[in-house]
């Protein structure tokens, strides 16, 4: 096992991890969370580890808005000169937290974190949406290589444009 399938399986852990708290807590209302709609960012000060949290409140949103509007799954990195460089968590860190992957956007190696997607499936996705200009809608997967019906209805649920 390389280093990049080393990674990918704790990622996958995770996620599973993840997927079974939020599956306890559907039948336990008294310990979701306060928040309607949680935001999960990734921050990063230059010379420690980065951390993901979930921001509730607006306010402590605003303290983040050196990148402009933050976003679900965005990273920022803050340097110590005071200036911020503002990225996207990588792929297996949003479907872990369960945010959707963009299949426009992301690369092969992320299209991999998508349950059921492999590197043959992912390069697939990056040659169709280059030689036809992106994906309109997701139903567009379908044509692609190696994508049918029964496997769309797999990853539906966890991609976006």
């Known amino acids: 096992m390389d280093k990049d399938?080393?990674?990918?399986?704790v990622y996958l852990l995770i996620a599973f991890f993840i997927i079974s708290i939020f599956a306890h807590l559907k039948f336990r209302?008294?310990?979701?969370?306060p928040c309607k709609k949680p935001m999960f960012v990734e921050i990063q000060k230059e010379g420690e580890r980065s951390k993901v949290v979930m921001l509730c409140d607006n306010a402590y949103l605003r303290l983040l808005n050196r990148c402009g509007k933050v976003k679900n799954g965005m990273k920022i990195k803050i340097f110590n000169n005071g200036f911020a460089k503002?990225?996207?968590m990588s792929a297996y860190k949003r479907i872990s937290l369960g945010l959707l992957i963009s299949i426009n956007k992301e690369n092969a190696y992320g299209l991999c974190a998508i349950p059921n997607i492999g590197p043959k499936i992912a390069k697939e996705i990056v040659i169709y949406r280059r030689t036809h200009g992106g994906f309109k809608r997701p139903e567009e997967l379908i044509n692609v290589k190696g994508i049918g019906k029964k496997l769309y209805q797999k990853i539906s649920p966890y991609i976006t444009i």
């Open 5 to 9: 399938q080393a990674i990918a399986s």
């Open 29 to 33: 209302p008294e310990l979701r969370s």
């Open 86 to 88: 503002c990225t996207f």
